[in-house]
């Protein structure tokens, strides 16, 4: 700035000018010497002020980002994931001159990695198609290579991407890629090839090909360096939801579709009682056992060791599952219960104080019930039976578990409000 000021003084024709240019020279070098606002000095330090501002601003953003990655899963990233990729050296194949919608079934049988949340290959070991397995968008890209001994005519094709519903259904062409390979005395030549379509249900894809060279004759072709990306897709989360994705998987392991229908199902109170509505009354070995609907007592004093049968039904009777745990509530301690298969017993275990959970087995059809008795054994016992497909607890119990998971809901939701905004 000061050299400006005595190059106008050094130009100036005039006395006034040259007056005017000395004094703004002058006026400069006071502001720089006293830290005036307005001095190079200060400027350069603002400058420098917002240059260090705008580089933590950078280091903020790029931290948030790094932070965004790394916790990022198959159902959090933001930006598209690549679930598929192949190797950079393609598998050949030789196609004769006219060849017209020729599947190329070597597309996908040099897989280096792949998802398998999003993609399968239903034929490794010939590789001509992929099983896409949620509806999205994706992108594929690929390099198409023709190659053959002592040079190449000129070759036009047309590569076609095929999707269908199932494995041998009807297949339809979804994206079509013109490409022309100029003749040359080179052996070989590439080209990029990319498809972006979307899919709305489970999906296979092929690729097909034909040429329309123009003789006899043949050449080679591969596919190679394959990439497929899902860009976006059904259920999808946000970065900021991570957290409360586990909300939907309930105490047994069930996962429910969403939060609501997780915490309906979670806190609607007692759970049902599986165990059928009885009413009988019999004496057995000096014991009398009286069922009312599902109120049990068993009372007297045993003459001789035995079991006293309860209950013998169908698990489908009583609405229960092969291979799905339940809660036995009501028996006294250490009834017997067995699991029956046509061919014979299963499983059988023991309901305990400190144990009361129960595995139906694979192939049970039958469960019985069995309070064991010994020989002058004074019983009394009265209770409520029941069968839960989750524990059953007290009103108070579900309270403060309630009251629990509430406030550690309340301190996601503010997490997720308070979360700062991407900027636009």
Same mark, same amino acid.
């Given at each position: 700035m000061i050299s400006n000021y005595l190059k106008k003084i050094k130009e100036a024709i005039y006395g006034e000018e040259v007056r005017s240019s000395i004094h703004d020279a002058i006026e400069q070098c006071y502001k720089d010497a006293t830290g005036h606002p307005d001095s190079v000095a200060a400027v350069v330090l603002g400058l420098s002020k917002e240059i260090v501002e705008r580089k933590t601003d950078v280091d903020t953003e790029r931290k948030r980002i790094d932070n965004l990655i790394a916790a990022g899963?198959?159902?959090?990233?933001? &930006?598209?994931? =690549?679930?598929?990729?192949? @190797? &950079?050296?393609? =598998?050949?194949?030789?196609? @004769?001159?006219?060849?017209?919608?020729?599947?190329?079934d070597k597309m996908f049988n040099n897989v280096l990695s792949k998802d398998d949340d999003f993609i399968t290959i239903p034929y490794p070991q010939q590789g001509y198609?992929?099983?896409?397995?949620k509806p999205g968008l994706y992108h594929m890209k690929f390099v198409a290579r023709v190659s053959r001994t002592g040079g190449l005519p000129e070759v036009p094709m047309r590569i076609v991407l095929q999707s269908a519903a199932s494995l041998d259904g009807n297949y339809e062409a979804i994206k079509t890629e013109y490409l022309v390979f100029p003749a040359t005395s080179s052996t070989s030549l590439q080209r990029n090839v990319e498809f972006t379509f979307a899919i709305n249900q489970l999906t296979y894809i092929k690729l097909l090909v034909t040429n329309v060279v123009d003789g006899s004759g043949s050449f080679n072709f591969s596919a190679a360096d394959c990439q497929i990306t899902v860009i976006d897709w059904?259920?999808?989360?946000?970065?900021?939801m991570q957290e409360v994705v586990d909300a939907r998987i309930g105490e047994d392991g069930t996962k429910y579709s969403n939060l609501g229908e997780a915490i309906r199902n979670q806190a609607q109170g007692i759970p049902g009682n599986l165990f059928p509505r009885m009413n009988y009354n019999h004496t057995i070995y000096g014991i009398t056992t009286i069922l009312k609907g599902r109120e049990f007592s068993i009372t007297g004093t045993a003459t001789e060791n035995g079991l006293i049968e309860i209950a013998n039904e169908l698990i489908t009777t009583v609405g229960m599952e092969n291979g799905k745990t339940y809660f036995v509530y009501g028996f006294p301690s250490g009834t017997i219960v067995t699991f029956l298969s046509e061919t014979g017993t299963c499983e059988e275990t023991q309901i305990t104080d400190a144990n009361n959970k129960l595995t139906v087995p694979d192939g049970a059809r039958t469960i019985v019930l069995n309070v064991v008795v010994k020989y002058k054994d004074v019983l009394n016992y009265t209770g409520t039976i029941k069968i839960c497909n989750r524990e059953s607890k007290t009103y108070q119990?579900?309270?403060?578990?309630?009251?629990?998971?509430?406030d550690a809901m309340q301190e996601i939701i503010t997490k997720i409000v308070t979360a700062p905004q991407r900027r636009q």
């Amino acid at each position: 700035m000061i050299s400006n000021y005595l190059k106008k003084i050094k130009e100036a024709i005039y006395g006034e000018e040259v007056r005017s240019s000395i004094h703004d020279a002058i006026e400069q070098c006071y502001k720089d010497a006293t830290g005036h606002p307005d001095s190079v000095a200060a400027v350069v330090l603002g400058l420098s002020k917002e240059i260090v501002e705008r580089k933590t601003d950078v280091d903020t953003e790029r931290k948030r980002i790094d932070n965004l990655i790394a916790a990022g899963t198959a159902q959090t990233q933001e &930006i598209g994931k =690549t679930i598929l990729s192949t @190797s &950079i050296n393609g =598998t050949s194949v030789a196609m @004769s001159y006219l060849a017209a919608d020729v599947v190329y079934d070597k597309m996908f049988n040099n897989v280096l990695s792949k998802d398998d949340d999003f993609i399968t290959i239903p034929y490794p070991q010939q590789g001509y198609v992929a099983k896409l397995l949620k509806p999205g968008l994706y992108h594929m890209k690929f390099v198409a290579r023709v190659s053959r001994t002592g040079g190449l005519p000129e070759v036009p094709m047309r590569i076609v991407l095929q999707s269908a519903a199932s494995l041998d259904g009807n297949y339809e062409a979804i994206k079509t890629e013109y490409l022309v390979f100029p003749a040359t005395s080179s052996t070989s030549l590439q080209r990029n090839v990319e498809f972006t379509f979307a899919i709305n249900q489970l999906t296979y894809i092929k690729l097909l090909v034909t040429n329309v060279v123009d003789g006899s004759g043949s050449f080679n072709f591969s596919a190679a360096d394959c990439q497929i990306t899902v860009i976006d897709w059904a259920g999808k989360l946000c970065g900021s939801m991570q957290e409360v994705v586990d909300a939907r998987i309930g105490e047994d392991g069930t996962k429910y579709s969403n939060l609501g229908e997780a915490i309906r199902n979670q806190a609607q109170g007692i759970p049902g009682n599986l165990f059928p509505r009885m009413n009988y009354n019999h004496t057995i070995y000096g014991i009398t056992t009286i069922l009312k609907g599902r109120e049990f007592s068993i009372t007297g004093t045993a003459t001789e060791n035995g079991l006293i049968e309860i209950a013998n039904e169908l698990i489908t009777t009583v609405g229960m599952e092969n291979g799905k745990t339940y809660f036995v509530y009501g028996f006294p301690s250490g009834t017997i219960v067995t699991f029956l298969s046509e061919t014979g017993t299963c499983e059988e275990t023991q309901i305990t104080d400190a144990n009361n959970k129960l595995t139906v087995p694979d192939g049970a059809r039958t469960i019985v019930l069995n309070v064991v008795v010994k020989y002058k054994d004074v019983l009394n016992y009265t209770g409520t039976i029941k069968i839960c497909n989750r524990e059953s607890k007290t009103y108070q119990e579900q309270i403060n578990e309630l009251s629990t998971k509430i406030d550690a809901m309340q301190e996601i939701i503010t997490k997720i409000v308070t979360a700062p905004q991407r900027r636009q």
